[in-house]
């Protein structure tokens, strides 16, 4: 295996890339599918490379494009769908519910739309009430529908091409935070098993359950820890439709303390969904569940609005206190360490070299 | 004659100023949103606005700021918004995107493309209703009129004969994407005959023109209560969103760049005024004028106090 240590944008642009190659069928649509942006470098030089044919400028209608990817997908072709913004799609939710969702279901097997709509989720920079939704729990809700959201370079390739082979239409959530990131990736192209969860550290003492950005925040978090002899059992919720919670039942059952924490509002997220599963399986936890997320409140524009709107590492690690209930000493020995180490940054910047969007 | 050309170019000057002074300032990181600068585009505002009423309403996109300014939208509140600020005319929720000030009538700012095609047609279903002397005017870019709640509007505002103008912004361009590729031409007069809607086609950026056709639409509107298509050919010089140019991604070809550079709103109007015996010394005192008023709303919007994040939980529901 050659691995290499590229970006999330370059990873998805990959993806595209050989999976173009793979498959004669696939083609992209999308607003400026070939501008000078291109989806923030995500698919540049499609065209260029693999010619007119493979790609196709939308007028700014997604309400029909969306039912042209269907009804094109439904005879065999293979569309990637290419969003800016999640909200943009909300035009499309007739679309995406009652047709994308439900052909397969209708016609008993013998249409399979295998489309992938691409569309990233917007935080920070005072993005604001209508450009800053995630609504993974929105479509989650709804049978037919795959949901991905990778968080790391490596799922981002991988998941994507799994998307793209996929027979289902998949929802794929990026969020723009995510596409600076960067790790290891597999050169090769390989068709892997969409999962709903990836393991991403081991340990016995708690459970905690995140995706996206959030799961980099607890990552740091559990590395902390961890030196404190506090080993988590941290899982990437990757794809939460459709939802298998094996994976957790089994490693709820060994730690019996379970966090949870949601990109979208806490109220009717993914937390409710996973910790009402826990319970029926008569599991006896031995501090109540947690849930952490968004409050039940729009997205507002200004920084100064955004302060306690989304979790941080601090709130985290709260959490798990009151969970393992760690004694005073120790957790502020561990919230000190953690103070030191991160960055006092605006609370609307992934990062310094961030400079306005798009 | 000349009243009214002093009173035009007040309205375009502030408004160049104001986006200028932004994409000046926007580097040092207070105003922290996206900002879709409408220099160049003045005169579409400006021109027909001048004829609307305080009542009558005003409904725009994510490129809002001329709009709201020619409403007589509030300069302060508008600035302390996009500073994020709690004297923001929406408190900080919204950014430079969903300007609003219903004391002028500037109704609301949506920045989901065509999005308040809808609530405009219902403002104006409102206004017939209850017999009001007021119109509806949705400002609107070329690219809404691809979206499927522009057509489902249009028909309704003709079948109940609403008093609502489409002003139709055509500036060829969606962020880098010309309208060649898009739609298959530029002339909306096809959309509009489609349902029967009275159409003109105006110079954008000649505000004496906007203003003259528009005086002669709007009482039509307003007398008739019927709908009415507009549209504007205009130019925008910065990047689609954010502070800068961005001719060097080569997106636009640079003769066409020039061409509506030659064409600029405001030079036009400036050779206007001179043209009616307006001196150079008479705007310079206007235009000095209007600087020191913008600079000072800056400076209040600068230091503003960020609002409370408490006030983000306020208002979900009445
Ligand atoms: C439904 C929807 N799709 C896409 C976008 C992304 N977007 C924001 S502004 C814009 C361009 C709109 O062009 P136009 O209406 O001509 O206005 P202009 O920016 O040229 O003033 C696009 C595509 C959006 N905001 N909403
Ligand atoms: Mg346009």
Not at chain 1, 240 to 257: A, F, G, Q, W
Request: charged residues 25%; aromatic residues 10%; contains cysteine.
């Amino acid at each position: 295996m050659f691995k290499r240590n590229i970006s999330f944008t370059e990873a998805i642009r990959e993806a595209v890339f050989q999976s173009i190659k793979k498959d004669k069928k696939l083609f992209l649509m999308g607003e400026g599918v070939d501008d000078p942006s291109s989806m923030w470098g995500t698919i540049k030089g499609v065209k260029k490379k693999f010619g007119k044919s493979k790609t196709i400028e939308m007028p700014v209608s997604e309400n029909g494009m969306i039912g042209v990817a269907i009804g094109s997908a439904i005879n065999g072709s293979k569309v990637l769908v290419n969003l800016q913004r999640v909200e943009f799609a909300l035009y499309a939710f007739e679309q995406i519910i009652n047709n994308a969702a439900k052909t397969s279901y209708i016609s008993r097997g013998k249409h399979s739309v295998p489309i992938v709509i691409r569309m990233v989720i917007g935080r920070g920079w005072g993005q604001g009430p209508e450009h800053g939704q995630s609504l993974e729990n929105i479509f989650s809700a709804i049978p037919g529908l795959k949901v991905v959201i990778p968080a790391f370079p490596e799922e981002a390739k991988s998941m994507l091409i799994a998307s793209i082979f996929d027979p289902n239409p998949v929802i794929f959530l990026e969020h723009r935070w995510s596409h600076f990131t960067r790790g290891k990736v597999d050169k090769k192209f390989k068709i892997k098993k969409l999962k709903s969860f990836n393991k991403i550290t081991s340990g016995s003492k708690l459970t905690l359950i995140a995706n996206s950005v959030n799961v980099l925040e607890c990552l740091r978090v559990s590395k902390l820890l961890k030196k404190y002899n506090i080993d988590i059992d941290l899982f990437n919720l990757c794809m939460p439709n459709p939802l298998d919670l094996t994976e957790i039942i089994r490693s709820v059952k060994k730690t019996k303390h379970v966090i949870t924490i949601d990109l979208s509002h806490i109220r009717l997220g993914m937390g409710s969904e996973i910790i009402s599963t826990i319970l029926e399986n008569r599991i006896n936890l031995k501090s109540p569940p947690i849930r952490l997320g968004l409050p039940f409140h729009p997205v507002p524009s200004s920084r100064g609005l955004v302060k306690n709107f989304y979790p941080t590492g601090q709130d985290i690690l709260y959490s798990i206190q009151k969970s393992l209930k760690i004694p005073k000493v120790k957790f502020s020995q561990i919230l000190k360490e953690y103070n030191l180490k991160s960055e006092k940054l605006p609370i609307d910047v992934p990062d310094p070299y961030f400079k306005g969007p798009f | 004659m000349n009243n009214n050309l002093i009173k035009l170019y007040k309205s375009l000057y502030l408004t160049r100023f104001v986006e200028e002074t932004i994409s000046k300032n926007y580097s040092k990181g207070q105003m922290r949103c996206p900002v879709h600068l409408s220099i160049g585009q003045e005169a579409c505002a400006t021109g027909l606005i001048e004829n609307l009423k305080k009542t009558d309403k005003l409904f725009s996109n994510h490129r809002c700021h001329a709009h709201y300014l020619a409403k007589g939208g509030n300069l302060r509140k508008m600035l302390s918004e996009i500073y994020g600020k709690n004297n923001g005319c929406v408190g900080g929720v919204g950014g430079s995107m969903h300007l609003q000030d219903q004391s002028v009538g500037m109704v609301s700012s949506i920045p989901i493309v065509s999005s308040a095609m809808g609530m405009a047609t219902g403002n104006a279903l409102y206004q017939k209703r209850n017999n009001l002397n007021e119109i509806t005017v949705i400002y609107c870019g070329d690219a809404s009129l691809e979206e499927g709640i522009f057509f489902e509007c249009a028909n309704f505002a003709s079948l109940h004969s609403l008093p609502i103008i489409f002003a139709c912004e055509n500036n060829l361009f969606s962020v880098y994407t010309n309208i060649k590729e898009r739609q298959i031409d530029s002339n909306f007069k096809k959309y509009a005959s489609a349902f029967k809607i009275p159409y003109k086609k105006i110079d954008g950026n000649r505000v004496d023109e906007v203003y003259k056709s528009t005086k002669k639409i709007i009482n039509l509107v307003r007398k008739k209560r019927k709908p009415y298509f507009v549209q504007m050919d205009t130019y925008r010089y910065k990047e689609h969103c954010g502070p800068s140019d961005d001719d060097h991604l080569k997106y636009r070809n640079s003769n066409e760049v020039k061409f509506w550079q030659s064409k600029d709103p405001i030079s036009y109007a400036k050779k206007l005024m001179k043209k009616n015996n307006i001196n150079e010394k008479k705007i310079k005192k206007i235009e000095a004028k209007i600087e020191i008023f913008v600079n000072k709303q800056f400076k209040h919007a600068e230091i503003d106090k960020l609002p409370n994040y408490k006030e983000a939980s306020k208002h979900i529901y009445v």
